[in-house]
Every structure is written in C-alpha cells, then in structure tokens.
C-alpha cells in the first residue's frame, strides 16, 4: 500500500530541482515555449508521470499509420 507523498518530501524534491539542475545547459526558449507556457493541469501530468517514472525519461513507441486505400509506394525503402 502505498503512502502519501509528506510536505517535506514535496519541499525537498522542489529544492533539488531549484539547486541540482544544470541550468546553463537548458535552451530558454525551449524551456519557456514547451514548458512554462503548459496549462497548469498539462505540467501537473507530465510532472506526475515522471515523478512516477523514478524521475527517470520515459520514452513512448510512435505509431506509423498505414492508409491502406492508397497503393504502397516502395520506393522511400530504397534499394538493397
């Protein structure tokens, strides 16, 4: 069973991200456009996932949509 995450665990996680993050390796921009600007339910979520992720990245499968109406071109494959 699982315990609720303590006032202090939550300030030492927001302290480790304030003091531990290499900062100067972080792109401004990008972190402004695809970071800040997120809704606060959207950071909330990916937040949450990599927190449950062990703070580690988590990679997803892409998918590749096939419209089978249209005939395959092989040609993209390249030869060999």
Known sequence: MSQAVSRGQALQISARVGTQVNWDELDGGSLQNEVIELTPEEFGKRFTAFLKNGARLIVSAFRV???RPKSFDSAFIGTG
């Open 65 to 67: 949509i096939i419209d």
